[in-house]
């Protein structure tokens, strides 16, 4: 049986022309290229190679640390989810019962109600509260867990949007409303962190509109950040529910001051999205750009020799540098025969490595090394072999800020104010911005206008005061203003 | 709609009598009364709580770090298996296709190939290294996978049995037989490491017989511990495949001296099951016994007073020496004034803490405290609140081999050689023992013995040299002595 597993992950090259085009092409070459993830045999699933799952280990373990520091614990619940469960919530089932994959048949027979293969864990993780809340002294509940999750999706494209993805999920249930709305901003504000100060990608905080909003939420808040090409990536989501999964789930609890009442919870994820957000965020022509912090190679060395007797003594001093710098940088060696210089110098700026050392036989006589930057392509010559290992870790720590000031000066220089119609869907026919524009609240306007320019709101940012002006479409009074882009 | 989440995990007790049944109660209790899993709604699977979790979570950083350490890199493959994969290898198939749960509808259609959900992912990560390998350059390949596996199974016990369970699979391809059956080895040795130096439980390591063989496999090797009731479990497992998936999955490669051969092949892993293991293989009737190095929580403090002004001093003491102890020690204050210090006592012990710190209002007077050892019951008394980390630690540090050591005086206790049917029938009448027979090497013999006594050959060890005697069954002459044991 012959499987060609390109015809799986579809990408929609077919309906993107020009620049989208380009720009998908770029993606995937990159990702295949940089050998972050393969296509699979199975329709919209991805195998995420070594390289692109040692990247989400990174962003597990930085995530993870701040989960459990605010409190939280990790648990597992089961993958598949009773139909039944399912309907209890009405704007929940609406929003993901067409995306589900259904399991009919186990063990060889039909069963009596198939299994849906979890889309999210809402519905199965509140029947549990259900039964572990009975005081408010059960309460908070702060649960996080790490998981596959699917969603049948008809476009896929590896890491942005595919069948099977993995995830953290947290679901969390507390006594009052405060409460539950803080947490939603905990949740939020541990995004943030890792957007920015990990993975060195400014984000804008804050509420999306009725329309983009998860279904089953009351609230839902986002950190939206910027790509390269200017368009708009949703990174990650926080949901406050209200009481609407514990009324659908039964979750009560007996009150302080006596009767029962009903939960108030969150919820909120980040997926294996986080990795096509760093490709797009912050790669160039060559390939990818790896935030220092994140990086599973930070430092590669590339010895360089061409006669015989150069190649013992240059991997021999290769390795002690290799040796040295171990212990506080994640270093790789590559000490293949089977490649030319040039070539891992390729190989390993596509694959983002921040820093490259090149050694040769005069580096080792002169007890030197040359360095050179991913993000900027400088080279620093005749660097000292003693202290390098400090030296590394400094100008690790300047390409992190680095990349981060670009990412942040490049949303600067593709943001705009509008607050006229015409110079707005003029703007966006131009290129992909971020417009900031007045908007009248009405999901009319916002349906219009992702119908005259494929923009969407992507946010409502929290600091942004309310502030006079009129709606970008409709001209009505507005004091909100809002940031429309183009989106993945 | 009422869903009694206890109908899903079928428990075996109506056909268990006596001892069997008791202790079958007994492990339900400890799971659920230790908090380390609950019922799920969904038939055969279980929910695995936070303090359940954080045992796994670890056991996996110290297996993780030791298939780093020995060259793995982890990766991640889709969780569906299109169905005709699983037809590839014909054992394979026959083992696995009437445990499968298979997904028939996506995205609110009929699939035209249904999918399995993966129970173990050999074919599908061998459909990639088909792809991948083409010289011997492009070898070995080392991967590991940290996944969910389902398995339909009629009868489940948490954690030792769910149709749903976590576990990590090892996949690996090699261009000579020497290479891949060395890597076996090497599996299987860091899960002896695990077991013995990580979860404190002696295993014997050696070969399966056929009978027990991994589907698709040329040898099956294992670990096996012994429980404290007597009976067996087979707590990990290392295949060699031989080139049995390597022809079926086309996996090929350029030899260094021309030609293509057939890669050569191993595949293991570890579960969930493993928690099970340390539940039954340290447990006493007051319920858990955890090893320190794995414990989630090494040292509880319980604070002790009546009156309101003794409550501030202590609790104050006991937050300073919790948050002294913190950088060494997984520290836990019980500081909840809703339960009583009794209470406290009983729950913490049925948890397996290692360590109990008691502090009163005179231990704080006499900068002293009680401590308490879980595996004993030995209490120490008017130890010096000075240098208690280092003390702790030491402490710990001895459980950690007091226990080991009492479960290999068990096993030793309870394992006997025997070279007679009548008395080997008769032994296990009486009792659980790991007994030491000669076997001919039929599968003839090995069922009858099965179905005369329930006892099944557990391992050939591998460091019993070949010695004549007689098949305790037929009488046969044989220079194999195997391991007979009830088992889970």
């Known amino acids: 049986m012959e499987v060609k597993d390109t015809d799986n992950v579809q990408e929609t090259f077919e309906e993107e022309k020009g620049k989208d085009a ?4 770029w993606y995937t070459d990159v990702v295949t290229g940089a050998e972050l993830a393969d296509y699979s045999p199975v329709k919209g699933c991805m195998v995420i190679r070594p390289y692109g799952y040692a990247l989400w280990e990174n962003l597990q373990r930085a995530l993870d640390q701040m989960i459990k520091d605010t409190g939280h614990q990790n648990a597992y619940f089961p993958l598949f989810i009773p139909e039944s469960f ?14 589900c994959a259904i399991v009919t048949h ?85 995004y943030r962190v890792l957007a920015e100060e990990w993975m060195a990608l400014p984000v804008i905080t804050g509420e999306k509109t009725e329309a983009e909003r998860f279904a089953g939420a009351v609230r839902t808040y986002c950190i939206e950040a910027m790509m390269r090409d200017g368009k708009a990536l949703q990174a990650g989501t926080s949901h406050f529910l209200g009481q609407n999964f514990a009324k659908a789930f039964d979750i009560q609890f007996q009150a302080p001051e006596g009767g029962l009442e009903h939960a108030w919870q ?11 957000a760093i490709i797009m965020g912050h790669g160039d022509e060559k390939g990818l750009i790896l935030p220092p ?44 025969d089977t490649q030319t210089p040039g070539w891992k110098f390729n190989h390993w700026e596509q694959k983002g490595v921040p820093l490259r050392l090149n050694i040769g036989p005069r580096d080792v006589d002169s007890n030197v090394v040359e360095i050179a930057r991913r993000d900027t392509g400088e080279k620093l010559r005749g660097v000292s072999q003693d202290g390098l290992a400090a030296e590394l870790g400094k100008l690790l720590e300047t390409i992190q800020k680095a990349i981060f000031e670009r990412a942040v000066q490049f949303r600067k220089e593709h943001s705009v104010t509008i607050d006229n119609y015409d110079d707005f869907c003029a703007k966006l026919d131009e290129g992909n911005y971020f417009i900031e524009a007045h908007w009248c609240k009405s999901g009319q306007c916002e349906a219009q206008i992702k119908q005259d320019t ?11 005061k309310p502030q006079p002006g009129k709606c970008i479409r409709c001209g009505t009074a507005s004091d909100t203003k809002v940031i429309f882009a183009k989106a993945y």
Not at 86 to 99: C, D, I, R, S, T
Not at 454 to 464: G, H, L
């Open 454 to 464: 494929k923009a969407t709101i992507r946010v409502i940012p929290f600091d942004w």
């Open 22 to 25: 380009e720009r998908s092409r």
């Open 106 to 190: 186990g063990g060889g027979k039909k069963l009596d109600e198939p299994l849906v293969v979890r889309p999210t864990s809402e519905t199965i993780i509140n029947h549990m509260f259900a039964k572990w809340v009975q005081s408010w002294r059960d309460l908070p509940i702060l649960i996080n867990q790490w998981a596959n999750v699917v969603r049948w999706e008809m476009r896929t494209r590896m890491f942005l949007r595919t069948t099977e993805f993995l995830w953290q999920e947290g679901h969390t249930a507390h006594a009052t409303e405060e409460e539950a709305e803080k947490e939603a901003r905990v949740a939020l504000e541990m």
């Open 293 to 336: 912090k994140l990086a599973p190679i930070q430092v590669v060395i590339v010895p360089i020799y061409k006669k015989e007797e150069e190649k013992a003594r240059v991997l021999e001093r290769c390795r002690q540098i290799a040796a040295e710098l171990k212990p506080t940088i994640r270093v790789f060696l590559d000490d293949r």
């Open 86 to 99: 399912l309907n209890k919530e009405k704007q929940h089932v609406e929003g993901f019962a067409p995306e």
């Open 266 to 276: 969150t919820s909120w994820g980040v997926s294996t999205r986080l990795i096509g």
